[in-house]
């Protein structure tokens, strides 16, 4: 082993050494040492490692994050193969695509999160003896260090395949080693693992801590979408660092009751910083408290950072920041490919050893973004920049139809293509909208033609084949699509005037309840295009609008924490189930919907001769998987 170990399954492995005996991981009231962690993880290389993966190999984890996710990804990492995340939450046919690109030379499942066998891919399943005591095999670095590639991370394409984005070992050590130099660990730490596995954050989220020795807390899927919830398992975990997608930072100090934890850091990244956001965090969080905003995107994840208590005092908006190492170069180029002026705007492009190795399996579309100058690779970002006159980048826009929807990004031309696939659509254009709530948030809106097609058929349709963060929160059929003077379609008035259409929600023979209930759902959507029975999510609400649901509903009903939670709403996601509830907190008949909290109605049954069906959810409480059957 090198003094200095440049991948982080060797890195792991000298930390596992060092502090056999401390917390690596809590889950659930669990606690795992290093050791065995280690041992879990040693385990399952040994069973890759006798099914001859190894070096240059794939391996997919069909698994939802928790002990045996982190176990899985040593393990392979430690053979010299690639993890590939390979959520169960998808949709199936997502996870086809992604197989099918991918090539997997096996995938890891466990008796939670079985592989289907659609997915046409070799299958190791862990459920025995998954937390076997083994060793890490020994392993030596060949080449450059950390060179060899570490994870496949899956995101939105244009093509209507997901892109398959390889990075080194690597190129994750410029972000592990900011954090260690700017913010180093101290003992009693805790850290937060609870981003979503196809992410670079959840990469920084593992190992940021797990290499320092410092135990991270890994919390459920299902608690991070309750806001309540999480800040709460954040509390009484002891928490001191957290990484967060500004659109969940803003939904959190947007209630008044929030009194922010005392953690040592707060990185926000995945989503542009509006200046009213950052502000707003320098007066929640105390001054003990570092708040930082980090540029990158999952080619070059972590790029460029800036001290939000310092920017957040400037009034020309916030800058990007500086390059987190020294080994990061940015240049901004106009379109002659000449690098501009102070004070004029071009595309940003940028070299180091953040980069990604390739888009797997598809050199042209690997071309058409890295280039080399010199013998060096650079970066089209894609993202336009304006230099400042004090020199630093200043964020304009995007060049193309990628955009950012809670922190996920989302290529609206693949959007478009399933849409234009779908039966009855002659065309469609997707647009990112500013959110109903402000704060710079966007939402995904879709307009189809002819006006023939049923946009809730058309979602239901959509669901089968793109993740939850990619379905748009308005889809609406339309006989023509505006268009500017050229002809082209007006994409600019669509996002400015598209919430101006249909209202089915009508007052006639509602009650008191429900129409008060339809008004802060106009206000919260921003549209009215839903009914007394239509679900709150079916109508484009998502997990953190349900929380200013929440608000604005118990602020409307004078309702406190224990009168009605998250939880109720998911129980009763239609205004007329929910004003029955409210209606009979009132009159104090309170249903216990706490025993299931969990419950959550896809669709009303309309005939009364039919019993209703009831369908468990997969092991991280999703249901995407019986849309279509619903």
């Not at 290389?45 to 070096?55: E, H, Y």
């Not at 020309?316 to 002659?336: F, K, N, R, W, Y």
């Not at 809670?406 to 693949?414: I, K, N, S, Y």
């Not at 939402?443 to 669901?463: A, C, G, I, K, M």
Request: hydrophobic share 40%; aromatic share 6%.
């Amino acid at each position: 082993m090198t003094s200095s170990p440049r991948s982080l399954d060797l890195a792991f492995a000298r930390q596992a050494r060092a502090t056999p005996d401390a917390p690596a991981l809590v889950e659930a009231g669990r606690v795992t040492s290093y050791a065995e962690l280690e041992g879990a993880a040693g385990h399952i290389a040994g069973l890759l490692q006798a099914r001859d993966v190894g070096d240059g190999a794939i391996v997919g984890l069909h698994l939802e994050r928790g002990h045996s996710w982190v176990a899985a990804t040593l393990g392979a990492l430690s053979t010299g193969a690639a993890v590939l995340p390979l959520p169960p939450s998808y949709p199936l046919e997502r996870r086809r695509a992604i197989v099918a690109g991918a090539e997997p030379a096996i995938v890891l499942a466990d008796e939670a999160t079985p592989v289907p066998a659609e997915l046409d891919a070799p299958v190791l399943d862990l459920s025995p003896g998954a937390g076997a005591v083994g060793a890490l095999p020994e392993r030596v670095e060949d080449g450059p260090p950390g060179a060899s590639p570490a994870f496949v991370m899956s995101s939105s394409g244009t093509t209507g395949r997901p892109k398959l984005i390889v990075r080194s070992h690597r190129s994750f050590f410029h972000r592990l080693e900011w954090t260690w130099r700017t913010l180093p660990f101290r003992d009693g730490e805790v850290g937060c693992q609870k981003a979503h596995q196809t992410t670079t954050h959840a990469v920084y989220e593992l190992f940021e801590p797990l290499l320092r020795g410092i135990p991270s807390l890994i919390v459920p899927d299902a608690t991070v979408r309750d806001l309540e919830a999480f800040w709460s398992e954040v509390r009484s975990a002891g928490v001191t660092r957290l990484l967060l997608v500004p659109s969940m930072l803003r939904a959190t100090l947007e209630e008044a009751a929030f009194t922010p934890p005392p953690i040592r850091a707060l990185i926000l990244m995945g989503e542009a910083v509006p200046p009213g956001l950052a502000r707003s965090a320098v007066e929640a969080f105390p001054p003990s408290t570092p708040l930082y905003s980090i540029y990158g995107s999952t080619e070059a994840s972590s790029l460029l950072a800036v001290d939000l208590r310092r920017a957040a005092r400037e009034e020309s908006g916030l800058p990007l920041g500086e390059p987190l190492s020294a080994d990061i170069t940015t240049q901004v180029l106009g379109t002659d490919g000449r690098p501009v002026a102070r004070g004029e705007t071009g595309r940003l492009h940028i070299r180091g050893p953040a980069l990604f190795d390739e888009y797997l399996g598809d050199e042209e579309l690997t071309a058409s973004v890295v280039r080399r100058v010199d013998g060096e690779r650079w970066f089209d970002t894609r993202d336009d920049v304006r230099i400042h006159p004090d020199g630093s980048l200043r964020f304009v826009g995007r060049t193309d139809h990628t955009v950012k929807i809670r922190g996920f990004r989302v290529d609206l031309d693949e959007v478009e293509r399933h849409l234009r696939g779908l039966p009855g659509v002659s065309d469609a254009v997707a647009v990112a909208a500013p959110a109903p709530a402000g704060g710079g948030a966007l939402v995904l809106h879709t307009y189809v033609t002819p006006s023939d097609p049923d946009p809730e058929e058309l979602l239901r349709q959509l669901r089968d084949v793109l993740p939850e963060h990619a379905v748009p929160s308005l889809l609406r059929a339309v006989d023509e699509f505006p268009r500017t003077s050229s002809g082209k379609v007006d994409r600019r008035r669509l996002a400015q005037e598209g919430l101006s259409g249909e209202q089915r929600w009508s007052d006639a023979g509602r009650s008191d309840e429900e129409r008060a209930l339809a008004g802060i759902w106009g206000r919260i959507l921003g549209h009215g295009e839903f009914s007394h029975d239509t679900s709150f999510f079916e109508a484009g609400g998502s997990s953190l609008s349900a929380f200013a649901l929440l608000r604005e509903v118990r602020d409307r009903f004078a309702l406190d924490p224990a009168e009605l939670d998250v939880t109720h709403i998911l129980a009763n996601p239609t205004i007329e189930a929910l004003a029955r509830r409210l209606s009979r907190e009132r009159e104090g008949h309170v249903p216990e919907d706490h025993a299931s909290p969990g419950l959550v109605v896809l669709k009303t049954g309309r005939s009364p001769l039919a019993p209703p069906l009831v369908l468990l959810s997969a092991a991280g409480g999703t249901l995407g998987a019986y849309q279509r059957l619903v």
